[in-house]
């Protein structure tokens, strides 16, 4: 499920985000009211009631900051968010910095609705080299929506419905694909061919069952809205100029 959080307001996404700490950490998370940024959108202070783990969980304080864009396709990998002198992590990291000088900090949550990419991981160790703090993490939009699939009370208390799209593609989603299709081109090739015995012998229900996918869902998206695009897509993949540009 995408809840194109990116049009909730900011104010909103800060409430959204402390809300889910209530969930994670503990019902004592403390929102600050807007004013002059500290590096702070909300605090905790104890042992986490499931973060990152029960058998593992933080403790002391924690710092929560919360960090929206309005652009759909913005990720982990922008260098506004980490890659230049004046990115969000960077900015970031000069407050925790004042945090540890108050011993105000010992773990450090940072929310952002961007797609999760591996410059996360990146940003998450350039944040504990800099500032010395053991205990950080980057939360990016598909571990939020893992969050909310497990929380839907939440999702309902924001109306977060009404921004939610089961399925909404862009042309860097189609990249994405032909890309790693691209790169894998000669381990497909290496695969044994699988008869047409064998898929139809795989009933749709079954499958759809092995894909987690709901009767209402594959009636009402896939059948209603995506079907008819299957031929265009099959089509298209099949050319041989795709194959091209898809392994440079």
């Known amino acids: 499920m995408d809840y194109r959080l990116e049009n ?31 590096g702070r959108d909300g605090r905790f202070t104890g042992t986490a009631d499931n973060y990152p783990s029960k058998a593992d969980a933080w403790t002391g ?3 929560i900051q919360a960090k929206h864009t309005s652009d759909y396709n913005a990720s982990c990998s ?9 990115s969000i992590v960077n900015g970031e990291i000069e407050k925790i910095k004042v945090l540890r000088s108050k011993n105000e900090i010992d773990n450090y949550l940072l929310f952002t609705n961007r797609k999760e ?7 998450k160790k350039h944040i504990k080299q800099e500032t010395g703090l053991e205990n950080v993490d980057i939360i990016g939009k598909e571990t939020l929506h893992g969050f909310l699939s497990q929380h839907e009370d939440i999702a309902k208390s924001f109306k977060l419905g ?3 799209q089961p399925l909404n593609l862009t042309e860097f989603d189609i990249k994405e694909v032909i890309t ?3 790169k894998q081109v000669k381990t497909i090739k290496n695969i044994n061919a699988i008869t047409d015995q064998q898929l139809l012998g795989i009933s749709k229900e079954k499958k759809n069952s092995k894909n987690s996918l709901s009767k209402d869902y ?8 995506s079907l008819q695009y299957f031929a265009q897509i099959d089509d298209f993949l099949q050319q041989s ?8």
């Open 117 to 123: 990419t591996e410059n996360r991981e990146n940003a």
């Open 8 to 38: 909730l307001s900011e104010d909103d996404f800060e409430k959204l985000v402390n809300t889910l700490c209530q969930k994670i950490l503990g019902i004592g998370v403390v929102s600050f009211s807007k004013g002059r940024d500290g």
């Open 61 to 63: 304080q924690f710092i």
């Open 180 to 182: 790693a299709f691209g």
């Open 218 to 225: 594959y009636d009402n998206q896939i059948k209603g809205r």
């Open 241 to 248: 100029e795709d194959l091209t540009y898809s392994t440079r």
């Open 78 to 86: 922008d260098r506004a968010f980490f890659g230049i002198k004046t």
């Open 162 to 164: 009404r921004y939610a």
